[in-house]
């Protein structure tokens, strides 16, 4: 059986994102590689490829962020109903707590108030620097 290891998402600014995640997501940041080899560019039939690249944890998870410094792509229509558009959901004790504290922010783009999605479900939206969005949640009694 096949087990998670990591989720990754390239970004336009490595700095930036690390910023987001660590600062507002709360994770932890980790092992910092930089990338280039034609074995690389095969596995990703991606020729000429060269990135930066970080994981961030948050419990058991482990994010994986690259930014091509070399050989990137377009940027992608990130609209959650859009094929293939990722979005992140994080656990949190006390989703009031964390509306808070990032409306009071004012660097944080918030994207929908704090909503019950089901009975022992509360959550609300933002995005990190590059538009994915970013769910926090707490799960209630």
Do not use: C, W
Not at 54 to 75: D, H, K, N, R, W
């Amino acid at each position: 059986m096949a087990e998670l290891f990591h989720i990754g998402l390239t970004v336009k600014n490595l700095e930036r994102s690390i910023a987001f995640y660590r600062d507002i997501a709360e994770m932890q940041q980790g092992e910092y590689l930089e990338a280039q080899s034609p074995a690389f560019d095969r596995l990703t039939n991606n020729p000429g490829a060269k990135l930066k690249v970080v994981y961030m944890q948050a419990g058991s998870f482990l994010l994986q962020l690259i930014e091509y410094v070399a050989a990137g792509g377009t940027t992608l229509d990130l609209h959650h109903n859009n094929v293939g558009s990722p979005h992140i959901s994080l656990y949190v004790a006390d989703v009031e707590a964390k509306y808070r504290q990032l409306t009071s922010r004012g660097d944080v783009t918030i994207t929908s108030d704090i909503i019950q999605i089901a009975p022992t479900m509360r959550s609300f939206y933002t995005e990190d620097p590059d538009g994915v969005p970013v769910e926090f949640l707490q799960l209630t009694d």
